[in-house]
């Protein structure tokens, strides 16, 4: 009988920084005796690989019987990016270990001893809950900037485990991030030593943290090829947080690139196109429908906005229920005539138009299904579209001159610098991006990573 094989992790080579990661907390270190470590920086480059791995070897050098915490953004994003590479990686080091999947605690023993790690999920409110009555003797946080800092705060408040230390990595956001401010700023290991006294001087409370900068070059498992694709596939704000790995404000123009060389975007007839999405957002009494037509072609290479409907009601007035479906079955049936569309994504917060629209499809024969948009970060769907367009996977038509306009005029609010807000006060078309965007949010991470990973 054919034996199954087991996965295995096949390793290569650690660079010196993840080195560092793995060798820190030795005795024979010379920052053993640090409280924690920080690694920050560009996407891919080797930090939840080395720093999982590293911290179930301290745990388990270091402790026996005690608990840790192992945190990522929710709990299934923590299994999907850590847990599954780290099972792999302690298989193939001899480790013994038992995932309890509905307690969410991975068992490690060795040598008759074993640690316990809970995994939990800074956004799940059930992990903020049970968090708070665990004592622990470690704490690592992947992505610790897409956490709740209350979530945090929370956890470490639970190292009162003597050697306890804290795990953290993340990528760059804006330089008024919570982390950046209360963590990296203060950690003795990211400031020089005249840094280190002047912070002294104004009584800051210092983080005896080491601090690790990564870049794409401290992955030596990425071909030069693969590492150019990735630094292909981020432009503005974007690169230089992904990429270059800076905490760097996104201010300004939005879509830079499109806004600078509009002639490589903007087409005059559509290329062959293998199917269509609807998206549509609702407009009120100050704002406008917007319905956009978005085409993929082969291979979902390319993204392709083929046509809109913009009607403002501030300036034309508003629509009544039958006009908006009207204009629906109208703008639907013109898609049909010319590609495959099954699909329509609206605003969900107008759960009545919907419905509306929904008997309307259905009465005109139209053969399309109305659905809710996911309507997740605004930011995701920014940094998606920028990123088409950096790759030059992003066309638009001629006509489409609200879109166009929409894209031109998107800038970012200098409001609140702690959070990228797209500016959305009435000055601005956000509703073309909105629908726009809304057409392609359930195909986003599929097409952007088309071919790129595994
Ligand atoms: N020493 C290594 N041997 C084999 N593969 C490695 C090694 N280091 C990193 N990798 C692989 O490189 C890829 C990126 O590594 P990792 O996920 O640790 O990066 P990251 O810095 O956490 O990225 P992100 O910021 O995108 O989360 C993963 O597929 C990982 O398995
Ligand atoms: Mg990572």
Same mark, same amino acid.
Request: net charge negative; hydrophobic share 25%.
């Given at each position: 009988m054919a034996r199954v094989k087991q996965a295995v992790f096949k390793f290569k080579p650690f660079s010196l920084k993840q080195k560092k990661i793995l060798s820190w907390?030795?005795?024979?270190?010379? @920052?053993?005796?640090?409280d924690g470590i920080i690694a920050d920086g560009a996407i891919r480059s080797g930090k939840t690989v080395s720093m999982a791995l590293s911290f179930i070897f301290w745990a388990m050098e270091s402790f026996q019987e005690e608990n840790f915490a192992m945190c990522g953004k929710t709990i299934g994003s923590f299994r999907r990016n850590v847990l599954m590479v780290l099972k792999l990686m302690l298989r193939s080091r001899g480790y013994k270990f038992k995932d309890h999947r509905a307690d969410n605690l991975l068992e490690v023993s060795r040598k008759g001893f074993t640690n316990y790690f809970y995994i939990f999920g800074g956004k799940d409110e059930r992990s903020q809950d049970l968090i708070q009555g665990i004592t622990l003797a470690g704490l690592f946080c992947d992505e610790v900037a897409l956490m709740p800092e209350s979530f945090v705060n929370q956890a470490t408040g639970r190292?009162? @485990?003597?050697?306890s230390k804290f795990w953290f990595n993340c990528n760059p956001a804006g330089p008024a991030h919570w982390f950046k401010l209360n963590w990296i700023n203060v950690s003795t290991g990211y400031l020089s030593k005249e840094d280190i006294d002047k912070a002294i001087s104004e009584g800051k409370e210092l983080k005896n943290i080491l601090y690790l900068h990564f870049t794409m070059?401290?992955?030596?498992?990425?071909s030069e090829k693969i590492k150019a694709r990735y630094r292909s596939m981020y432009t503005g704000v974007f690169f230089k947080r992904y990429i270059l790995g800076l905490w760097i404000a996104a201010e300004g123009i939005i879509y830079d690139l499109f806004c600078n060389s509009k002639e490589d975007f903007i087409i005059d007839k559509a290329p062959p196109i293998i199917s269509a999405v609807i998206g549509i957002d609702f407009g009120g009494t100050g704002s406008a429908h917007s319905f956009t037509l978005t085409g993929f072609t082969p291979g979902m290479r390319e993204v392709v906005v083929l046509d809109e409907y913009y009607h403002n009601n501030k300036e034309k007035g508003r629509l009544s229920p039958a006009e908006l479906d009207a204009a629906f079955v109208d703008f639907a049936k013109r898609a049909k005539v010319k590609y495959k569309v099954h699909d329509v994504y609206c605003d969900s917060a107008e759960q009545t138009l919907i419905e509306g629209l929904t008997i309307a499809a259905a009465k005109a024969r139209l053969g399309v299904e109305v659905k809710n948009a996911i309507k997740g970060p605004i930011n995701d769907r920014i940094a998606f579209y920028n990123s088409l367009m950096a790759q030059g996977r992003f066309k638009i038509l001629k006509h489409c001159k609200a879109t166009i306009s929409a894209l031109e005029n998107a800038v970012y609010s200098?409001?609140?610098?702690v959070k990228d807000e797209r500016?959305?006060?009435?000055?601005?078309?956000i509703d073309s991006l909105d629908s726009m965007e809304y057409s392609t949010e359930s195909v986003q991470d599929s097409i952007l990573y088309l071919g790129m990973r595994g």
């Open positions: 907390w030795l005795p024979e270190s010379p @920052v053993h005796d640090m190292c009162s @485990v003597d050697g070059d401290d992955n030596l498992s990425l200098d409001k609140n610098p500016l959305d006060d009435g000055t601005t078309n």
